[in-house]
């Protein structure tokens, strides 16, 4: 009996886009939610919502693009999908936990340290695998994920002077 080794790219490019996807997504939805109506019950909603809207939006749009190349392997296309989904899942929800245990306030700078630690680990990991240079890779995304937080708190706390 011969065993087949699987190709372990499309898991590496959905759980890469997950985790990046449902961190930065579920930061800025709970800063945004926060600065609007400083609501742990809105805020845990919108969580909730973007681990199953977000994540199966984001796992068919990673379908939809690895049927676009022609070289993926309908097993390949399942594999970057079902990966997609299940990081973006996981990774938006853990965040729910922060405000079950912590008050709204505390939970929010929580769920900000939280995620940008987790995806400093992550973008670490993924440069030393891929000999790139971890500073220019954790710089650049965590960049974006500031600029992220900061343009979702003040829309926040515009939408709160419309009401």
């Known amino acids: 009996m011969v065993i087949k080794k699987t190709d ?85 929800s853990m965040f729910i936990v922060l405000f079950l245990i912590f008050e709204v306030n505390a939970a929010v700078n929580v769920s900000i340290a939280w995620g940008l630690f987790v995806l400093i680990v992550y973008n670490y990991r993924l440069a030393k695998q891929e000999n790139k240079d971890p500073f220019k890779i954790i710089s650049e995304h965590v960049l974006i994920a500031i600029v992220v937080i900061v343009a979702t708190h003040y829309v926040g706390h515009i939408v709160e002077l419309l009401k």
């Open 8 to 92: 372990s790219k499309p898991i590496e490019k959905g759980i890469g886009f997950g985790v990046t996807s449902g961190i930065i997504t579920t930061i800025g939805m709970i800063v945004g939610l926060d600065s609007v109506t400083h609501s742990a019950k809105a805020v845990i909603g919108g969580i909730i919502a973007i681990a199953i809207a977000d994540a199966f939006s984001d796992a068919l749009g990673m379908h939809v693009s690895e049927e676009t190349q022609r070289q993926s392997r309908l097993k390949n296309i399942w594999i970057a999908t079902l990966s997609t989904f299940l990081s973006k899942f996981i990774f938006a």
